[in-house]
Each structure stands twice: as C-alpha cells, then as structure tokens.
C-alpha cells in the first residue's frame, strides 16, 4: 500500500470515530479535539427536563385518577347488582351482619364473597389500596334502610328483613358508597374480612379512618331505630360517605347505576336513603351524632 493511500485511510479512521464520539454525546472541538458537555449545557437539559417533568406530571397524576374513578365505579356497579342477585335468591335484600351464638359473625361482604362476587377484590377501592375488605372497609352498605339485623331491646331486628318490592324509588335510594367510617385519623387500621373486633382501644379505634365503614349512615336515624344502645355504627358515632374522589363519593343507587355526590349534599336529609324519594316518608329522629362535621347541614326534620 502506497503512503497516500495509508494517510487516506487513516483520515477516514479518525473522521469516524469523531463521528461516533458526537453521537455519544461529545463534541469535536477546534483542531481536532473531543471534549464533553459544558457544565452550563448540562444544566440546560436538565432544567428542560424538568420543566417537562413538571408540565407532564399532573397529567399523569390526573389519568391516574381518573382510572381509579373508572374502576371504583365498576365495582360498586357490581355490588349493586349483587344486590339484585341476592334478593332474587333469598326474596330479601341481605342484612348488614349475622351474629352467632359463639361470638362469630357474617357480615355482607362476607355472604357477596362466597355466594356472588366469588372473592373480595371488587370490594377494594383502588384509591386507597391498602384497605381490605372488612369491617373498616371502603365501601358501605345503607344499613339502616336496606338491611339491619341488629337486635332491639324487644329482641326483633332493626330493619330485617328487607323487600325490593318495599322501595318504590331505587334510582332514588343509596345503596353503597364510598365510606370514610366513624372517624379521620391515621393510620388507617386494616381488619381482614374474617376479623370481628379491633385489636385498638375503643377511644382510639373510632377515631380511626374507616373504621366500621363497612356501613354508612344516613343523616337521620328512622324512629325505629331508637330502642337500642347503637343507634348509629358505633353507638354515638356515625360512619360517613367518603370525599375520596375528586371531592366527591361515588354512589351506587338501588337500582344499579352509579353516580357521584359531595357528601355533604347527599346528607343533607334522608330523601336518597329511606327507598322513597321523599325524606319525610320515614319518620326520624332529630338525633346528632357526636362526630357530625361542623360545616354540614341537616335539614329533615
């Protein structure tokens, strides 16, 4: 090989590697030199990226949201639709709790997982993930209209049994929703679907968020509900609809479609609780919960 071809090759050797040394991420210098990035060019691709960073994160923080909407929506669409499934085996709407002469107790998530939903998943709501279902679950059943199997001092139920037939307004009437329970403070303590009782003091335990939020209580209580030590979820404390989603409870109506509320509007009164669509059908008590947040209103009586 002659010595021009030599010097040929070997500047088109150091041509392409100057090449490829720019696509790595270096830049030819003046004379033939490769140095990297300049500290001030670092800094300007990182503040780009995090001014980007900065534009696309509530995007995502929005999208996500709004999946977790989409798929609470779905599984309380799907209990009350349980709901229906229930009633046309047994002829009545289920009661909240069973209790047993040893201590034990079924409760309706309990008779949903083994008779209907085949599983518990579709009582997970996905914004707060690390909630079971069980008794300080997320969603909560519309007790004291649809199904209460608590004793009264005169020995009967409640408000069981329960028929279909005796709500005339289920797109009017609550069935489930999202539920905060009878208090506000974290942690919140995960019950697994078979627990009965918290491991918590009872001063501790119903200031815990979620707890007994397996049910939900309308802002009056019926007059029948009276002969009784608990009149609410927890004795004097009731258990609220959750402002979990974008400010707002998402609800599953009686007769299967799902819309969402701010709890204070839906507790306003007992029109979306009682099955009629008229909140002075049921007659009710002016009783106050202790817990009653303080920028609530009730106007039923």
Request: glycine share 8%.
């Amino acid at each position: 090989m002659s010595k021009q071809n030599r010097k040929s090759g070997l500047g088109e050797l150091i041509r392409h590697r100057r090449r490829s040394a720019v696509g790595m991420g270096l830049r030819a210098e003046a004379g033939g030199r490769v140095g990297a990035f300049t500290l001030i060019e670092l800094l300007v691709v990182m503040a780009i990226t995090a001014i980007l960073a900065a534009l696309l994160l509530p995007s995502l923080s929005r999208a996500k949201g709004r999946a977790h909407d989409a798929r609470c929506r779905n599984n309380l669409r799907q209990l009350a639709l349980g709901l229906h499934l229930y009633a046309d085996t047994y002829g009545f709407l289920p009661p909240h709790q069973e209790r047993f002469a040893d201590g034990s107790r079924l409760r309706w998530f309990n008779h949903f997982a083994r008779e209907i939903t085949h599983g518990y998943d579709v009582m997970r709501d996905p914004a707060v993930p690390h909630w079971q279902a069980g008794r300080n679950a997320p969603y909560g059943y519309n007790y004291k209209f649809l199904g209460s199997a608590r004793k009264l001092y005169s020995g009967e139920y409640e408000r069981f049994p329960v028929l279909l037939s005796a709500l005339p307004a289920a797109s009017a009437t609550i069935a489930f929703g999202c539920s905060n329970g009878t208090g506000t403070k974290e942690p919140h303590e995960v019950m697994l679907p078979d627990a009965i009782n918290s491991t918590l003091p009872p001063e501790e335990n119903v200031q815990r968020i979620g707890n007994h939020a397996y049910i939900i209580d309308p802002p009056f209580i019926p007059t029948y509900s009276a002969d009784q030590e608990e009149r609410w979820a927890y004795y004097e404390f009731a258990s609220f609809l959750a402002p979990r989603h974008h400010g707002r409870a998402n609800i599953a109506f009686l007769d299967g479609h799902v819309d969402s509320l701010e709890p204070a509007a839906a507790t306003r009164n007992n029109r979306l609780w009682n099955g009629f669509d008229n909140h002075q059908t049921v007659p009710v008590m002016p009783d106050v919960p202790v817990n009653w947040p303080a920028h609530w209103r009730r106007d039923g009586i």
